[in-house]
């Protein structure tokens, strides 16, 4: 079982940057693929990036390629997801998954995919 844990959410201008962390329980953290999705009013759960059980495979939505970056630190049993030049569309409550390794990784990933979830944190971008 592995409880997550997020935070960083928060109101933020257009072009502006946020970083979202999510601190996991759990003695096996350092196993799973971490991932973030993130779901807006009205709009199905979506993928952002998740990353692999090292650290050193990352994969992204080409929504977010180039201004996200996803990372972990297995001593702290925490994700991070950092955002930059943020546009309104990015406006969501943004969540942190769990699943175990052994899946295949570079592809999108539904949400049924994940096997833990956090409880979300909002992000809002204003223009």
Not at 84 to 90: G, M, V
Not at 96 to 102: D, E, L, N, V
Request: with cysteine.
């Amino acid at each position: 079982q592995v409880q997550l844990v997020e935070s960083g959410g928060g109101l933020v201008q257009a072009g502006g940057s946020l970083r979202l962390s999510c601190a996991a329980s759990g003695r096996t953290f350092s196993s799973y693929t971490m991932g973030w999705f993130r779901q807006a009013p009205g709009k199905e759960r979506e993928f952002v990036a998740h990353i692999n059980y090292s650290g050193g495979s990352t994969y992204y939505a080409d929504s977010v390629k180039g201004r996200f970056t996803i990372s972990r630190d297995n001593a702290k049993n925490t994700v991070y997801l950092q955002m930059n030049s943020l546009k309104p569309e990015d406006t969501a409550v943004y969540y942190c998954a769990a699943r175990r390794s052994g899946r295949y990784f570079y592809a999108t990933p539904a949400p049924s995919e994940y096997d833990y979830w956090g409880q979300g944190t909002q992000v809002t971008v204003f223009s």
